[in-house]
């Protein structure tokens, strides 16, 4: 009895023991449903984080992709342009390059007369508003310091003044002036002289030069290396203040070799190199032309001759290098014998004065210019070009009506 009552006893004590009360049970559920939940939705969160990573990647992947796209079109579309320019013909791309020189020959011109400080304003506000239009040609008339006369009688002879001139240069692309440097002392009463008559006519081409006659090759390359640089014309005259000159004639001359790449227009002579001291045209570099009795090579007879655009860019690119010799159209031809260049013989532009120039104009051959061999330029030209302009001029109309 007594091991029953404790066995009795003993199995009553162990399911006291083994019983859990009913608020513990509800609360330890409404735990485990908690902690659930909290699981559950870290789960769900998770692969939201990762989907916007994938998304950016993928959004980042295709803009890369369409970028490189987008390049790609961009690099292909210069291909036909690169093809293109590869397939011009040679003509087309000499073209070019002869435009970029020219261009930068004017601004070098343009750059130098700035730093050199010219005395002439007037050539540099030309280069404002010239630059945009073409000219058929310059005329540069090479005149000196003690050349007052012959200016007037060209003045009042064969170069139109005031508003013709003016005329003249915007309805047939026809620059004329006078040519002329500065003394070796610079301000001086000779400058001035020369600004005052600027003033007055307004014909004048200041050069950075100082003005000697044995300079005139020095002048010459000079003359061509800023008239470039100032007008964009087709061709670039130089002539004498003691030549008679029918601008429209020499307009129409010149015209007709419009289409030549380097053209080189006169009249063609082969002299005799002269090697004796004292003598006038004296050679002081003989030796170089061979031995004694030779003859220069073809030039233009220095009275007149006009060079094309393309060798005038020539020259004022290369002008530090050009040789001065002591006869500047010999120089004019040295610098040119070398060079791809087609000579013109013309000899309507070295007739001689009256009766020859006259009985060619009746003849209906008008002169491009006249002068006297014997005087290298008209004999007492202040006196005598009168005559010669109304007995070989081309008359006003004939001027006006030319086409080019």
């Known amino acids: 009895m007594s091991v029953k009552n404790r066995a009795g006893f003993g199995g009553n004590e162990s399911s006291s023991r083994n019983f859990l009360p009913r608020n513990f049970v509800i609360l330890l559920c409404i735990g485990s449903f908690c902690a659930g939940m909290f699981f559950t939705e870290r789960i769900w969160m998770m692969p939201e984080e990762n989907d916007t990573v994938n998304t950016r990647s993928r959004g980042e ?60 304003t007037e050539s ?3 280069a404002d508003f010239t630059s945009k239009r073409k000219y058929l040609m310059v005329i540069g008339i090479n005149t000196a310091f003690n050349s007052r006369k012959r200016r007037d009688s060209v003045r009042a002879t064969w170069m139109p003044q005031g508003d013709k001139r003016k005329k003249l240069e915007e309805e047939k692309g026809i620059v004329i002036r006078f040519v002329i440097g500065h003394s070796s002392t610079s301000g001086g009463i000779l400058d001035k002289a020369i600004e005052a008559e600027d003033n007055k006519h307004g014909d004048f081409l200041r050069l950075e030069h100082v003005e000697g006659y044995l300079e005139l090759s020095a002048k010459t390359r000079t003359y061509f290396s800023t008239a470039v640089g100032l007008w964009d014309a087709d061709f670039y005259v130089k002539v004498d203040d003691d030549v008679h000159v029918n601008p429209g004639t020499l307009g129409k001359i010149l015209s007709s070799h419009r289409l030549k790449p380097r053209v080189y227009v006169g009249c063609m002579k082969s002299g005799p190199i002269l090697a004796k001291k004292g003598v006038r045209y004296q050679e002081p570099e003989h030796w170089k032309f061979g031995g004694e009795g030779n003859k220069y090579f073809r030039h233009a007879t220095g009275q007149l001759y006009a060079i094309s655009n393309d060798l005038a860019t020539y020259i004022a690119i290369n002008k530090h290098l050009l040789h001065k010799y002591a006869n500047e159209d010999v120089s004019l031809g040295a610098w040119l014998i070398g060079l791809d260049v087609t000579h013109v013989d013309d000899k309507n532009l070295c007739c001689g004065t009256p009766p020859d120039c006259e009985w060619k104009a009746q003849a209906g051959n008008v002169c491009g210019a006249s002068f006297d061999w014997i005087c290298s330029g008209i004999c007492r030209s202040d006196e005598r070009i009168h005559e010669v302009h109304q007995r070989c001029g081309e008359s006003e109309d004939e001027l006006w009506k030319a086409t080019f």
């Open 61 to 120: 992947g295709i803009r890369t992709k369409q970028e490189q796209k987008q390049v790609f079109r961009h690099e292909s579309n210069h291909v036909p342009r690169e093809s293109l320019v590869k397939g011009n013909s040679i003509h087309s791309l000499d073209k070019t390059i002869s435009k970029l020189e020219e261009e930068l020959a004017a601004a070098r011109a343009a750059q130098e007369s700035i730093m050199n400080g010219s005395p002439v």
């Open 124 to 126: 540099l506000r030309i």
